[in-house]
Structure formats: structure tokens, C-alpha cells
């Protein structure tokens, strides 16, 4: 079988697998969400957090809980990291630097993950466990409350109440995050993923059967745990510092194509959940169909950009294989890399400053595109209902009427709520990226020079920004610059656009429906998919085009 027809068979398996969760999920999803019943254990947390979680919030009350929540974790994880010297199962290391204990908690608490320094030899046990692992869990949660809320929005009327934060959180940790989570990590430990709390252990460097004469240090972990929240939730962050490229956390080909299938299972099933809850399957099946477009697209490129390489050795490798996993080839190595870079996970098999130069390019405009194809767990969903927005607005304009979605005119508060939504992250990226090229001293962090070491620090900052959390690697991001001001994109690429998800649902929420007339623009239609896909791809290519021709662009079209 040729490398070619190998990808090719794992997408088609991939995507039957994805067919397979999208209803039962989907569906199961929605009744968590629209349930007035708690379960025992739910109860015992809302005493202890002294919460009521049947109070209604609008939805300056719900941006508060998600905030103060976030604040609370911000610190707690900072602080944890700055006194594991004098933790339990630190395993000798010391404590974390105070930029890069920001940098790391501002990373985890926004779903982002980015990790300027290798997991094995910075991390004991209990900053891992109940600290990062914690924060995998709840950060993935928060993103599903805030586009629950923003569905309610467009599934209630002439009231300004979304609902409940603190149900929403608690609820999306332990009706769906955590029992996924325990099957899936009962799944990579009977693959050969490790599960354990071993102390450091000192190898020898064998190859072929015969020793090398070197040794290595390995320390164990609860590294299967993490692994299954770290792609479920779409967070990223690896046990190592090889990430899901190395054998404790991806033992076989398979675990590969189902850490694949776990990043994406539940933002594609969200689409379902929207669809049931604002009453129409046929509008979660539209939102489906241009998130599934992009990403199919997206593989295809990156297939044949990987696999269609110029070069003898190339030619005889079966594709660029520089930088990528034997385990695993160029097929699968493309699947993972766009499915990372389109969801908001960030787990690498690869690394991506390896891929040709174009293929460095499409991971880095699956991220700044607002990775809504699917997107994160929650944050694919909302920014693609705001991007939904704005080519409703776009066709109003081209008819020359009052634009109209889900039974909800589109007046000029919410026009300007997701215009805000789509101009804060490409400001951020941009910006830092300048800031970054221009003055003297972020420079010496590159590897490369000339284009693709713009690449490096263009990639850093998109995937701070979004939320994405994969590194372009050859970036020598652990210095006070990158981890300040990565952490600041982080932190305000999260929240800022929350604000505005949130404030948007509660106006929607306000109105009173319109109802359906023969000039009213179908939106579960094939012709609203196609514009809404147009829409994404000519807002994103009109704002990133000269960053990306100064990078990926430059360096591909030179190679």
C-alpha cells in the first residue's frame, strides 16, 4: 500500500469514526445543557463554591463568573508552580521562573497550552495532576459554557437571561469531559500509553540491540490521564516535550488516528447541539458542512504539499519526511497537523517548522483563521456563529435589506459586537509580530533567519493569540520578552472576545423573533454555506496575506 492511499484510508476511517459520535453526543450534549436536574455530586459542588445553580444570569453576570473563575485559576496555578520546590512528588525540580510560571499559567487557564520548557524536567507529579491536568479539564469547560450561552441567545427571546455559569461549568466537567476522558485514557494505556507516578530513571541508549554507552534520564507520570483531556479538550499541552510525537503519550499508529478523532469529536458534535437547541437540525447541519469543508480542504492541501515534494530523497522517503514520525508517515502526520492547527489543541506528532514551506503556511492559517473548522471545545462553535453573522450581514447588504438569522435581526449593536470579535486576535498577532521583528533583542531567538525565521515568531504569536498552543519549534520562546507578551496575547485573545460573544448573546437574547418571510436569506442552505465559507477564507486572506507572503508564502514559492 503507498503512502498516498494510507492517508487517504485513515481520513475516510476518521471521518466514519466522527459519523459515528455525531449523534449519539450531539444529542447527548444538548440534554446536559437544557437539563433542570443536578446530580449529587453536582450539588456538593455548588455548596462548596457557594453557588445557587438554578439563579438565571444576563449576561454581564455570566462574564463575571467566567472571569473571576479564570482569575482564581490564574493565580492558583502560578502560585503552585512557584512553590513546587516544596511540594510532594516535585521529583527534585525546582521552582518554575516567575515569567515563565505566568506564561505557563496564563497558557493553561486560556485552553492554550503553548509550553516554553520541556514537561519532563520542569513539572513534578502534583503541578502536572492538580495543576495542569485540573485546568485541562475546566478551561475546556468554560469555552462550552460560554458558546452554550451564546446558542441560548439565539434560542430565547425578550429575555436577557443565558443561563447559568457555574451549572454550565460544572456540568460540561462531569457529564462530558470526565467520563470521555476515563474511557479514552482506559483506551491509550491498554495501547501503551503509561499511567503511573515512577520517580526519574536513569537508561542506557541501545540501538539496533547494542549498546551506545550513553544514558538517559526518563521520569513516569499520569501521562494517559492527561493525554485523553489534553486532545478531548482540545488543550494540547504535553507530558514531554516531543508531545504526542513521542511513545509514552502516542505508542501506535492508532492511538495517533484516536488522538485525532478525540480533538475533534466534540466541537464537530456541538454543531448538532446548536442545532437541537435552537430547533432546527437543518441550521447545526449548515454550521457541520462548512466546518467539515475547510477542514477536508485543508487536509487535501496539506497532503499535497507534503507528498507532491521535489527531490530524489523525497521522492524515495514517499514524501518530506524531515521532521515527522516513522510511526506515523506523511499521511497521518498532515491529518494531525491541520486537525491541531483548525480545533484549538495544539498537540503535535510533528513539527511543523519541518513541513515544506507551504505546508508550514496552512498550519499556520488553519490557526488565523479563528480555528472554527471545528474549532476548540466551545470557542469553534461561537466564532463560527459570529463569522455566521457577518455574511448574513454581507448578503443584507447585497439585497439591500435588514440582514436576519435564526429568527434574530442583525442590527448595528450586533454588527459592531462581532466586528470587535473578528479585529481583536489578527490586532494582537500582527502587532507582537511587528513589535517582536523590530526590535533587537526578540530577534536572537530565531533560528532561522530571512523568511521561514519569520515564520517562527508570525507562528508564535497566532498560536498565542488563538489559543492554539503549538509551537512553530526553532523559536527559543523561554526568554521575559516571548513569555510576557505570548502570555498577554493569551490571556487577551481568550477573554477579549468572550466579552463580546457574551455581550452579543445577551442582545439577541433581548429581541423579539422575526418571523420567516420570501425574502428572508436561507441559512440551512448549500448557497449560505458556500458564502459563509467565502467569507472566511476573504477576511482571513485579506488581513493576514502580506504577513504570510513575507513568511510560509516567501519560503515556499522559493523552494
Same mark, same amino acid.
Given at each position: ?5 494510507? @492517508? ?8 466514519? %469514526? ?7 453526543? #450531539? ?43 479564570? %482569575? ?41 497550552? !503553548? ?9 513534578? +507529579? ?14 475546556? =469547560? ?29 456540568? &460540561? ?17 491498554? /495501547?501503551?500509553?503509561?499511567?503511573? *507516578? ?8 541501545? *540501538? ?12 513516569? &507520570?499520569?501521562? %494517559?490521564?492527561?493525554? %485523553? ?16 510525537? +513521542? ?6 499508529? *492508532? ?19 446548536? @442545532? ?18 475547510? !477542514? ?5 492541501? $496539506? ?6 515534494? +521535489? ?8 514524501? =518530506?519526511m524531515e521532521g515527522k514520525e516513522t510511526r506515523f508517515g506523511v499521511g497521518a502526520s498532515s491529518i494531525f497537523a491541520v486537525s491541531t492547527t ?18 508550514? @503556511? ?15 471545545? &466551545?470557542?469553534?462553535?461561537? @466564532? ?22 435564526? #429568527? ?11 466586528? /470587535? ?30 523568511? +521561514? ?15 492554539? &498552543? ?10 521575559? !520578552? ?7 496575547? $493569551? ?6 472576545? $468572550? ?26 442552505k448549500p448557497l449560505f454555506t458556500g458564502l459563509l465559507v467565502g467569507a472566511i477564507l476573504i477576511i482571513t486572506g485579506l488581513t493576514y496575506f502580506? =504577513? ?12
Amino acid at each position: 500500500m503507498g503512502p498516498v492511499l494510507a @492517508g487517504v484510508l485513515q481520513l475516510l476511517a476518521l471521518i466514519a %469514526a466522527l459519523a459515528l459520535a455525531y449523534v449519539p453526543l #450531539g444529542t447527548y450534549m444538548a440534554r446536559v445543557y437544557s437539563s433542570d436536574k443536578h446530580w449529587r455530586v453536582e450539588k456538593w459542588i455548588y455548596k462548596g463554591i457557594g453557588a445557587d445553580p438554578n439563579t438565571e444570569m444576563r449576561w454581564p453576570a455570566y462574564l463575571r463568573g467566567v472571569l473571576a473563575f479564570s %482569575a482564581v485559576s490564574v493565580v492558583f496555578l502560578y502560585l503552585l508552580q512557584r512553590l513546587q520546590g516544596h511540594l510532594p512528588g516535585s521529583l527534585g525540580f525546582k521552582a518554575i521562573d516567575p515569567d515563565q510560571a505566568f506564561n505557563t499559567a496564563a497558557s493553561f487557564v486560556t485552553n492554550t497550552n !503553548w509550553q516554553s520548557y520541556y514537561g519532563e524536567q520542569a513539572m513534578g +507529579h502534583v503541578v502536572q495532576t492538580a495543576g495542569l491536568a485540573v485546568q485541562n479539564f475546566v478551561s475546556a =469547560a468554560v469555552g462550552i459554557a460560554v458558546a452554550v450561552a451564546l446558542v441560548r441567545g439565539f434560542a430565547r427571546s425578550r429575555t436577557g437571561e443565558l443561563g447559568n455559569f457555574w451549572s454550565d461549568l460544572v456540568r &460540561g466537567v462531569t457529564r462530558i469531559l470526565l467520563p470521555l476522558s476515563v474511557v479514552a485514557a482506559i483506551v491509550l494505556v491498554a /495501547c501503551g500509553a503509561i499511567q503511573n *507516578f515512577s520517580g526519574i530513571h536513569e537508561v542506557g541508549q541501545f *540501538f539496533s540491540g547494542h549498546s551506545m554507552g550513553g544514558h538517559q534520564q526518563w521520569n513516569g &507520570g499520569a501521562v %494517559a490521564s492527561q493525554e %485523553a483531556i489534553k486532545e478531548i479538550g482540545t488543550n494540547g499541552g504535553g507530558y514531554f516535550n516531543a508531545n504526542s510525537a +513521542h511513545p509514552f503519550e502516542n505508542p501506535t499508529p *492508532f492511538t495517533n488516528l484516536f488522538e485525532i478523532f478525540l480533538l475533534l469529536v466534540i466541537p464537530f458534535a456541538l454543531t448538532r447541539t446548536f @442545532g437541537i437547541m435552537v430547533g432546527s437540525l437543518r441550521q447545526g447541519y449548515a454550521i457541520l458542512a462548512t466546518m467539515a469543508t475547510i !477542514w477536508v480542504g485543508f487536509i487535501a492541501l $496539506m497532503m499535497w504539499t507534503e507528498f507532491a515534494h +521535489h527531490g530524489p530523497a523525497l521522492q524515495i522517503a514517499g514524501g =518530506a519526511m524531515e521532521g515527522k514520525e516513522t510511526r506515523f508517515g506523511v499521511g497521518a502526520s498532515s491529518i494531525f497537523a491541520v486537525s491541531t492547527t483548525l480545533t484549538s489543541t495544539g498537540a503535535v506528532d510533528s513539527f511543523h517548522s519541518s513541513f515544506t514551506g507551504l505546508g508550514g @503556511g496552512i498550519t499556520m492559517l488553519g490557526m488565523q483563521l479563528g480555528e472554527i473548522a471545528p474549532g476548540g471545545t &466551545g470557542s469553534g462553535l461561537y @466564532g463560527m456563529l459570529v463569522m455566521a453573522i457577518i455574511a448574513v450581514f454581507i448578503a443584507g447588504l447585497m439585497v439591500g435589506r435588514t440582514p436576519e438569522y435564526l #429568527g434574530k435581526k442583525i442590527g448595528t449593536r450586533e454588527i459592531k459586537f462581532a466586528a /470587535c470579535y473578528i479585529l481583536i486576535t489578527p490586532a494582537l498577532v500582527l502587532i507582537l509580530t511587528a513589535a517582536a521583528m523590530a526590535l533587537p533583542t526578540p530577534g536572537h531567538s530565531m533560528t532561522n533567519s530571512g523568511a +521561514h525565521g519569520f515564520s517562527e515568531i508570525l507562528y508564535a504569536y497566532s498560536s498565542a493569540a488563538n489559543n492554539n &498552543g503549538s509551537a512553530f519549534a526553532g523559536l527559543n520562546a523561554d526568554t521575559q !520578552w516571548f513569555n510576557s507578551t505570548l502570555g498577554l496575547a $493569551m490571556v487577551l485573545g481568550r477573554f477579549l472576545p $468572550m466579552v463580546f460573544v457574551l455581550a452579543l448573546a445577551g442582545s439577541l437574547a433581548e429581541q423579539k423573533p422575526v418571523p420567516a418571510t420570501a425574502g428572508t436569506l436561507r441559512t440551512e442552505k448549500p448557497l449560505f454555506t458556500g458564502l459563509l465559507v467565502g467569507a472566511i477564507l476573504i477576511i482571513t486572506g485579506l488581513t493576514y496575506f502580506p =504577513a504570510l507572503a513575507l513568511g510560509p508564502l516567501a519560503e515556499g514559492l522559493a523552494s
